[in-house]
């Protein structure tokens, strides 16, 4: 994106945070030096989510690509010529750089050749055409992290009840579900967090959720 970025990226060793350090202060050193600034370049912090087990990491590959797209930035079409998108390293061979992309257009199938580069923009044009797959995304991935937790909860331990686990443990896994099915039963509904917030009362919409 023209002021952030996203990436994909899977860690061998339980280092990210060192190596995003490394990248970005290397890549803020440059970046003044080659326009002649000085001061910060980033603004924070980054922010990581983790991908949880089992969770199909196409799809986050999908969502980060389309990105531009559903911000109205590019067209699907558009996404091979840009400078901002991987995508264009996918699709022309002679861009890529050192970096090793989860082996390109193998990780979805569709081999490093001209047919595959045209299947994958044809997958990309599918997966913007879903509405579903853009609205729903967040949500797949908060009921993929309670999922796991849920299952954590009990395995480490050899654990079976809840109550085996600290109340803050607990409290944390209760609160989560609770996002989930709130923004689950917005959704539904066609309605925002806002609007819990302009409909006072006992709202029709509002009982039924309940």
Request: proline fraction near 5%.
């Amino acid at each position: 994106m023209p002021n952030h970025f996203h990436f994909v990226v899977k860690a061998p060793r339980a280092n990210l945070s060192r190596g995003m350090h490394l990248l970005l202060t290397t890549f803020a050193s440059r970046f003044n030096r080659f326009r002649e600034e000085r001061g910060h370049v980033f603004q924070g912090r980054y922010q990581a989510k983790r991908i949880p087990t089992g969770f199909d990491v196409s799809r986050v590959i999908d969502y980060v690509h389309l990105n531009h797209v559903r911000k109205g930035i590019y067209k699907v079409e558009e996404l091979s010529g840009s400078p901002l998108s991987s995508v264009s390293i996918l699709m022309n061979p002679d861009n890529r750089s050192v970096f090793k992309i989860v082996d390109g257009l193998k990780f979805f199938g569709y081999p490093d050749a001209i047919q595959g580069r045209i299947a994958y923009l044809d997958h990309l044009r599918r997966v913007h055409q879903l509405d579903a797959e853009s609205k729903h995304f967040d949500y797949d991935w908060e009921v993929a992290v309670v999922a796991e937790r849920a299952i954590l909860k009990k395995s480490p331990h050899g654990l079976e009840r809840p109550s085996d686990l600290p109340y803050e443990q607990i409290k944390r896994l209760d609160d989560d579900y609770t996002e989930v099915v709130v923004k689950r039963l917005l959704l539904e509904y066609g309605k925002t967090e806002l609007d819990i917030k302009l409909d006072q009362g006992v709202a029709p919409w509002k009982v039924g959720m309940a």
